[in-house]
């Protein structure tokens, strides 16, 4: 059973697919405007007019920095501010998600700062209060964290320390005894495919969820290592963008970072592994599990060869992008995650 609700949460998981805190961008934007004594932010993308204008607000009074890779409105929008702006222009991917403030918030997960991202897609982000784990994310340095009674596994995912997420994962999915649910954009990882496939012969639940526009490479890695698992394709609208995984109703991974071998060590990544996690959480990753669930088709080899389903998003241009070498079915979202 979930570790019940005894006290103020001091972690809360935000998406708009969830019946509560179900307005990510209202989140990010009041944790900017409420803030005190600074703001420090790592991001892969972000053009939000509302978020660019809070960091803008916010700077007024209090230091503002924010290190991203794709925002090309961020100059022009931030030239009469003091926002401090540190583009990333080096050969590893800084993929990160993630936003510091005051010393003790960390805002995390798989959404960028993008209207789309927060507004359309399938994505979760945190919001963590624990100076302790602020300090560590901020240094980026692996740490083991107490917050409230939970225990918080950060896991910085960079060259200078391969494999350590992977074995982390590893450990936990090899500990499940009753339950796997992973909702992932890529997944091309074949030692977790090969973990998963013991899982089930162990008697473990185990089902996967995947954005469609990889579902071709991910079914020809599976077919080579010749394994077969309950393996399903989006259909809903909007992109499926998290990277989460929940086991025994008990753990939860996320972050920023696919399952694949950029997200696992050529990038750079947070990760984090929660336990045990509470009702109220467990519940807002099944809100947004239920609704995948619900719109999600089995892969089966006849379905793996047809086009994918189109995500419906709107007209807007987003900025987003993929971390992998794009292949085939890849190219079409090239510039999205």
Not at 91 to 115: C, E, I, P, W
Not at 146 to 151: A, F, M, P
Not at 198 to 220: E, L, P, W, Y
Request: hydrophobic letters at 35%.
């Amino acid at each position: 059973m979930p570790h019940p609700l005894a006290e103020r949460e001091l972690i809360t998981f935000h998406s708009v697919h969830q019946q509560q805190n179900n307005n990510p961008l209202r989140m990010i934007c009041d944790t900017i405007r409420q803030a005190q004594r600074g703001i420090f932010m790592r991001i892969y993308a972000i053009s939000s007019d509302d978020i660019i204008q809070s960091l803008i607000q916010t700077s007024h009074h209090v230091p503002v920095e924010v290190k991203y890779h794709c925002g090309e409105s961020l100059p022009v929008a931030c030239q009469n501010s003091r926002v401090v702006l540190r583009p990333t222009n080096g050969r590893t991917l800084q993929h990160k998600k993630t936003m510091l403030a005051d010393f003790q918030t960390v805002v995390t997960g798989s959404a960028n700062y993008t209207d789309l991202s927060l507004n359309h897609d399938v994505n979760v982000t945190a919001c963590i209060e624990s100076s302790e784990l602020h300090d560590a994310v901020f240094s980026e340095r692996p740490q083991l964290v107490h917050v409230g009674s939970q225990l918080l596994n950060y896991i910085p995912i960079q060259r200078l320390i391969p494999n350590a997420a992977s074995k982390m994962i590893l450990n936990a999915i090899n500990q499940a005894t009753d339950s796997i649910f992973v909702l992932m954009y890529i997944f091309l990882s074949p030692e977790f495919f090969l973990a998963l496939a013991q899982a089930m012969r162990r008697g473990v639940r185990v089902k996967v969820i995947i954005d469609n526009h990889s579902k071709q490479d991910t079914c020809k890695l599976l077919s080579k290592l010749g394994i077969q698992l309950p393996l399903y394709e989006r259909k809903t609208e909007g992109v499926l963008h998290t990277k989460i995984c929940c086991i025994n109703n008990k753990t939860l991974i996320f972050g920023s970072a696919n399952w694949s071998g950029a997200g696992m060590i050529k990038n750079f990544e947070d990760l984090f592994i929660l336990r045990p996690i509470t009702e109220t959480q467990l519940q807002a990753f099944m809100d947004v599990w239920s609704l995948l669930e619900t719109n999600s088709s089995y892969l089966s080899p006849e379905s793996v060869l047809t086009a994918p389903t189109p995500s419906s998003r709107p007209t807007q241009q987003d900025t987003d992008s993929d971390d992998e070498q794009p292949s085939t079915s890849q190219q079409a979202i090239r510039m999205r995650k």
